[in-house]
């Protein structure tokens, strides 16, 4: 006993002095590598990606193994004897090195390809020639010499983009395969800032340095040698904490030294904050440990959920839909009348499922089913929800709630569910 207490004493010491109010985790759990953001105690993001395997969005040059008429495609070998599927939609602006292209891909050819998805069990992985590059406030594409302008912007924000880019592509180089940056709703926040001025500076300095990795693909890295990978994306979870976590939080904790050296030199480069990330090395606890990352994630794969009033959620997710279903459980309040005691668990609850939907990863059609109200209660909950996604960076839209107390969600897939990432299996 006395033991455990001095490990309990020294656990909390550790805490204490290791504690910020905004903190990004990326530590490894279950073999997978973990990156959450912890507001207080509390996980407010996460996301699971494999630490190794994937070649998504990597750019091979590769050699036309075997062309098949018959459906339009193509097998491309790359290194290690791996073949890639290339069907014929996926043939944009292509890039052949032994010869010039004449509308023609023969047998034996060599090309540059880039992986589009990964293989999965017995199939191939599936490439295209058409090159892309994915930032923040941009995407490079090859293919086409016409710049793409996000759906989301308003007349003005599409304006003052598109006399931006005709400033700036007098600037961009003449390259062997003609390309165009997309411009991405990012891009507005720039717009928004309180500055006299808008900040375009982070948007040109993306453009820049995909242009020139292109540049540097389609003069000097094609000379390498057959089947080598020319290029590698950043790792998902850098792609993550970059686009889903930007700038929210005071400091980022690495257990992981390939990790940290990798943010290192991204910091160098002013992609990121140097004094904001931290190298964990205590060898009394491990990090994992530390910030109790095994029952916060036991919460978050539980089908039931407490709530600090004392009710709960229970969470069903099934192929076609995800039902969340708010309960009163274990909910004292004997000084609040029924309407009121309802009305606190549901907003309660409502904040929670959204958290959970966010943790959880769950896209698809939503429905929670709330504890019947009073119809002026329903529409103070509705517009409640609906301010709480317009701040999610996942699109999710509010529909509406049904004579039954049933409130409809969708929410936009990007990732794979939380469930699928560790273990593979859907829902």
């Known amino acids: 006993m006395l033991i455990k207490a001095y490990a309990d004493q020294e656990k909390e010491s550790l805490q204490k002095s290791s504690y910020k ?76 090195l032994n010869r010039e292209y004449d509308g023609r891909l023969l047998e034996g050819d060599i090309i540059l390809i880039q992986i589009e998805r990964d293989a999965v069990k017995t199939k191939d992985a599936v490439c295209t020639t058409k090159l892309t590059f994915n930032g923040k406030y941009v995407i490079l594409t090859t293919g086409s010499n016409k710049p793409g302008f996000s759906k989301k912007y308003t007349a003005d924000q599409r304006g003052y983009f598109v006399a931006w880019h ?9 390259l062997c395969v003609p390309f165009a940056p997309i411009y991405r709703t990012e891009c507005a926040e720039l717009l928004t800032a309180k500055k006299s001025e808008p900040e375009i500076d982070p948007l040109e300095q993306e453009l820049t340095f ?36 930007s700038g929210g939080y005071e400091e980022i904790v690495i257990d992981d030294e390939n990790v940290y050296s990798f943010l290192h030199e991204k910091a160098q480069t002013g992609l990121l904050a140097d004094d904001k ?35 709960n959620l229970v969470i069903e997710p099934t192929e076609a839909l995800t039902v969340i279903d708010v309960n009163t459980g274990r909910f004292s309040a004997k000084h609040l009348g029924t309407d009121q005691t309802y009305w606190k668990i549901n907003l309660e609850a409502a904040k929670e499922a959204l958290r959970q939907i966010r943790l959880r990863n769950i896209s698809g059609m939503i429905l929670i089913d709330f504890i019947n109200m009073k119809k002026a209660d329903e529409g103070r ?14 699109s999710t839209e509010v529909y509406d709630i049904t004579k039954l107390g049933i409130m409809e969600l969708t929410r936009k897939k990007i990732y794979k569910t939380l469930k699928e990432s560790l273990t593979g299996e859907t829902n």
């Open 166 to 174: 005709k400033d700036i592509a007098d600037t961009l180089p003449t």
């Open 21 to 96: 109010e905004n903190q990004v985790l990326i530590t490894t759990y279950q073999g997978k590598r973990l990156i959450t953001r912890l507001v207080g105690n509390s996980m407010e993001d996460l996301m699971v990606f494999p630490t190794n395997g994937s070649m998504l969005g990597t750019i091979h040059i590769g050699r036309i193994q075997k062309v098949s008429k018959t459906i339009d495609s193509f097998f491309v070998e790359i290194a290690d004897k791996r073949v890639c599927f290339l069907p014929g939609r996926n043939i944009i602006a292509p890039v052949l």
């Open 277 to 311: 990330i931290r190298f964990y090395q205590d060898e009394r606890i491990g990090m994992s440990a530390l910030y109790g990352i095994q029952s916060k994630m036991d919460e978050v794969l539980s089908k039931s959920v407490w709530l600090k009033s004392g009710g």
């Open 210 to 245: 995909f242009v020139n990795t292109l540049q540097t693909i389609v003069t000097k890295e094609i000379h390498k040698s057959l089947y080598s990978c020319i290029y590698a994306p950043d790792p998902d979870y850098y792609l993550f904490l970059r686009e889903s976590l």
């Open 381 to 394: 909950l509705l517009k409640t929800v609906r301010e709480l996604c317009e701040k999610e960076k996942v």
